[in-house]
């Protein structure tokens, strides 16, 4: 009778030992890579979900892990079960329970990106807005107008409104939100931008600069080159002479432009048209990025009133006709060039 306290202390001592593996065994579960190779890329949580729909969603995406009752464990443990929010979560390989529930948890959601790229138009912008998935789109029918109506823009011209950046979104955003914080990017870059202008430029306005912004976007094709392109066409603008950009006379032929501009393409006169019309067209004629705007309104100081192309993205910048016409002639119509142009275009 002695003895009789033997046998509940071993099975204390053996629930104790048992405990102790189950809670190592648990440990182990929450901290063990629980997303594979074959798992889905990602797992939607909809409002109205509970955990154990968001854990018969995570199984059918490949999460094979653990046991329904250590993830319900888990995330009683972290406090997860019942604050997981909506959205669209990465499922990354190697991630454990543990991650995985805290950023549900947090709602750190998937994220997307899109890439508003310099010198677009706004046909070229919708049309990468209708490709993006999971973007909703709620543009899809509506007319320019009727989109910059939609963002709070009533009447505004919508080319060179939006800032050319890389924008992340998350599922259930749509099309109208990413153009709302563009826009509102852009008037924010243009306000910075025109804060900072060098005194006595030949412009009016913010608007004006951005305008030229867009033209300095589309002449550059050497990042470099963006102040001297806009000292160009300062300089030009001071002086009262035509601007005689190729780029607005494109823009202002529109979907007529087939690629190939023609002598007559830059004598048919439209308002767009920078060799038939004197001072900036009426409105941008593409998204001039942040260093655009800056060249606009800080041009490099020089005495060149030309440029023409090496068709190599470069520059050769002239101060006089002649000297113009002769950097044409070499790197244009490849003839009459000096030893040093003649090697550069070997």
Not at 57 to 62: D, F, I, Q, S, V
Not at 188 to 215: F, K, M, Y
Request: with cysteine.
């Amino acid at each position: 009778m002695r003895w009789w306290w033997v046998v509940p202390l071993c099975l204390g001592l053996a629930c104790a030992v048992a405990a102790g593996v189950a809670w190592v065994h648990f440990q182990r579960f929450a901290d063990t890579p629980a997303v594979g190779p074959d798992a889905a890329p990602s797992v939607v949580v909809e409002r109205g979900d509970g955990f154990r729909t968001v854990l018969r969603k995570l199984r059918a995406a490949g999460v094979a892990v653990g046991h329904d009752l250590e993830w319900q464990l888990l995330a009683r443990q972290m406090d997860a079960a019942g604050r997981i929010k909506v959205g669209e979560y990465a499922l990354e390989p190697g991630m454990s329970p543990r991650t995985l529930l805290q950023r549900m948890r947090e709602g750190r959601v998937f994220r997307c990106r899109f890439p508003l790229v310099e010198g677009w138009n706004f046909r070229q912008l919708r049309a990468a807005l209708d490709a993006a998935e999971p973007l909703r789109h709620e543009t899809t029918g509506m007319d320019d107008a009727a989109v910059m109506a939609a963002i709070g823009k009533p009447g505004q011209h919508p080319e060179g409104r939006f800032l050319p950046e890389t924008y992340l979104y998350q599922r259930g955003d749509s099309d109208l939100d990413l153009l709302r914080r563009a826009h509102a990017a852009m008037e924010q870059a243009l306000a910075e931008a025109w804060e900072a202008r060098a005194p006595d430029l030949p412009l009016q306005s913010p608007e004006e600069a951005l305008i030229l912004a867009s033209i300095v976007e589309k002449e550059t094709g050497q990042a470099h080159e963006r102040p001297q392109i806009a000292g160009v066409f300062t300089r030009r603008l001071r002086k009262g002479m035509l601007l005689q950009t190729d780029p607005t006379v494109i823009y202002g032929l529109g979907s007529a432009f087939d690629g190939n501009l023609r002598k007559r393409d830059l004598l048919a006169d439209t308002p767009y048209n920078s060799y038939t019309r004197p001072g900036l067209p009426p409105t941008p004629i593409a998204m001039p990025g942040r260093a655009a705007l800056q060249a606009a309104v800080n041009p490099a100081p020089g005495d060149a009133l030309y440029f023409v192309s090496r068709n190599d993205g470069s520059h050769v910048f002239s101060a006089t006709y002649a000297e113009h016409a002769a950097a044409v002639d070499c790197y244009q119509r490849r003839r009459n060039c000096p030893a040093a142009a003649a090697g550069e275009q070997r």
